[in-house]
């Protein structure tokens, strides 16, 4: 029975990561064929960085992730906490509000997004899509997931706290500051990690409201696929692919570190 | 009163930040250039930007259909784009495109006669041709006889000798059309009674087919997993570097024609650069580095005699006129023949 078990947790794992590597070993393919491997060479990661194209949607990308994540990361704590305060109906009326967009179709957000921001472009010569439809986009996306992981942080939250730092002389806010945020932090973070995430591979809304400036780099990506696809693209996701994995290691690290320093207290 | 005067404030702050991203870049002229991924050589881009001072905004498609539906929507605008041949027919009936002034394009004049005054725009007005291939029928040497090849005819994708061995089109308009010329008829036809047979056609050859597909035909030719394949005639040279056993032919009872062309889009408010674009991507040096990462062919006669000679006789990717007037030309379908067509084509993928 063991040995069952075990076989199939490898097979798990083998579905999951098998097509990972496979991407990672013919990113160093010498030979631009995806079924034959002809030699160990970097030459799709020269001409990665040599493409213009590729690395201007790559920043733009992350950019985009970055800036949507820090804001919808505010609003959406800010907006935890209100909504946490709340009571009854009302409560009850802003987490569905909260949830539609979150089970919406992305196709549905996306177009209704984009018939919004055409409605506003029109009307209003001198703007444009671009950039800035593309950010208020994904921040509207985002803003749902950062309330669903702190929420569950502050209903975890003992509320005399916040009273007794103030009993002990501490103003509100710096008693937020100091008392509340720290022990909500683990659920803003998580928050800011799958917002960012989220942003970084969203294609559908993306597609629909970046204008004729901004392309993100799911949408790059997608038009080489027409033509036999360069392993630039292997290239570059396996270097993500790395990035999020050291990303995440040095996040489990520090936690457990963090564990251990509890602990020793 | 409260809550209306907060809607309001949310209005205007929503229509700050869309304006906010309209006036990043003042001063210096931007072009935004929509052309297929993978479809040029990045670092003319730079060139141009560095000779002409315009700066040029960079952003790519995988199919027609995706540019017109991004140009349609009105939540983009672009000033140059490169549509095919029937899109472009389309794009001119709805008003899309601009006429060129092609004063501002003299470089227009290297482009061969071959690829001017085409049925989409007869009086050259719209256009400027920037690549150009045909569907060749593709082989695999070592499993297919040279006896079913003699005769150089599109029946070999309906042989059952190699039944599960075939590919297809995996879009409606190059399945018909090969069926379609089997039949001696024209790709464009207006008549029903023909498209119906030319479904009759694929539905019998359907059972033969080991999977319908476009660019998995790369892999599968490539390894020897399929042996038969449709495709275009550019490409069917980059599947012959990775399998020197494949080979290629110009089906003998005519093939598609196609035509990337490069067009400015009717609101461009940049007109002159876009086409000071345009003329840029004719300068001959710049068309042989066009030419070199495509490895389709180039309308472009002088960057043709600066290519590999080995390339340019190639009498498939560079066929002649004679073989051309073979070939035609996809034409926008009428509505109604449109619908035909995808009624038909649903009706022979799912039984």
Not at chain 2, 250 to 257: I, M, R, S, V, Y
Request: proline fraction near 4%; glycine fraction near 6%.
């Amino acid at each position: 029975m063991k040995v069952l078990s075990r076989i199939y947790n490898y097979l798990i794992f083998a579905f999951l990561y098998a097509p990972i590597l496979v991407m990672i070993v013919f990113s160093f393919n010498s030979e631009k064929s995806r079924t034959h491997f002809g030699g160990f060479s970097l030459r799709w990661y020269e001409a990665l960085f040599h493409d213009q194209v590729i690395l201007k949607s790559l920043y733009l990308s992350l950019l985009v992730a970055f800036l949507s994540a820090v804001i919808a990361t505010l609003i959406g704590t800010l907006a935890s906490i209100g909504i946490h305060s709340m009571r009854g109906v009302k409560r009850k009326a802003y987490l569905a509000v909260n949830n539609i967009p979150v089970t919406n179709p992305d196709i549905v957000t996306a177009i209704s997004m984009m018939i919004l921001f055409v409605f506003f472009v029109t009307r209003f010569h001198g703007m444009e899509m671009g950039f800035g439809t593309l950010l208020i986009s994904h921040i509207t996306f985002n803003i749902p997931y950062v309330i669903l992981s702190v929420l569950p942080k502050l209903r975890g939250l003992n509320a005399n706290i916040f009273e007794a730092a103030q009993d002990l002389g501490c103003p509100p806010v710096p008693a937020f500051v100091k008392v509340v945020i720290p022990q909500i932090f683990q659920g803003i973070v998580t928050g800011f990690i799958m917002a960012f995430t989220l942003s970084l591979d969203d294609f559908v809304i993306s597609y629909f409201n970046s204008g004729s400036t901004a392309q993100t780099l799911p949408v790059t990506i997608y038009s080489m696929t027409k033509r036999p696809y360069s392993p630039k693209v292997n290239a570059l996701s396996t270097l993500l692919f790395v990035a999020v994995m050291v990303l995440l290691i040095v996040v489990n690290l520090r936690r457990n570190g963090d564990q251990k320093k509890e602990v020793n207290v | 009163m409260k809550k209306l005067f907060s809607v309001l404030l949310a209005v205007c702050v929503v229509a700050g930040i869309v304006s906010l991203a309209g006036c990043g870049n003042s001063g210096r002229v931007t072009i935004n250039v929509y052309n297929w991924g993978e479809y040029i050589d990045e670092s003319v881009l730079s060139d141009f930007e560095a000779e002409t001072g315009i700066r040029v905004n960079y952003t790519t498609y995988a199919s027609n259909e995706e540019m017109y539906a991004k140009v349609a929507s009105g939540a983009a605008s672009y000033d140059v784009v490169v549509p095919s041949d029937y899109m472009i027919s389309k794009m001119i009936e709805e008003g899309l495109l601009a006429e060129l002034d092609y004063n501002n394009i003299p470089n227009y004049r290297y482009i061969g006669e071959d690829y001017k005054s085409l049925e989409f725009d007869p009086d050259n007005r719209y256009t400027v041709p920037y690549t150009w291939g045909t569907t060749v029928l593709i082989y695999n040497k070592t499993m297919v006889d040279p006896a079913d090849v003699a005769d150089q005819s599109w029946d070999l994708l309906w042989n059952e000798k190699y039944a599960n061995q075939i590919l297809m089109f995996d879009n409606p308009r190059d399945a018909f059309g090969i069926a379609l010329k089997k039949l001696g008829y024209s790709m464009n036809t207006q008549n029903r009674d023909e498209w119906e047979q030319a479904a009759q056609e694929l539905k019998k050859q359907k059972p033969l087919v080991q999977a319908y597909v476009m660019d998995q035909i790369f892999d599968k030719m490539g390894s020897g997993e399929a042996a038969i394949a449709p495709y275009y005639a550019g490409d069917a040279l980059i599947i012959q570097q990775d399998n020197p056993d494949i080979d290629y032919y110009l089906p003998k009872e005519g093939a598609n024609f196609f035509v990337d062309c490069m067009c400015v889009m009717k609101n461009s408010e940049h007109k002159t650069e876009a086409e000071q674009f345009i003329n840029f991507m004719c300068q001959t040096d710049v068309a042989v580095k066009t030419a070199d990462v495509i490895g389709y062919a180039t309308p472009h006669t002088a960057a043709k005699e600066a290519l590999d000679p080995e390339l340019t006789s190639n009498p498939v990717v560079y066929a002649d006129a004679a073989t051309l007037a073979n070939t035609e030309v996809f034409l926008n379908l009428t509505p109604e023949i449109g619908k035909l067509q995808s009624e038909l084509w649903t009706n022979i993928k799912k039984d």
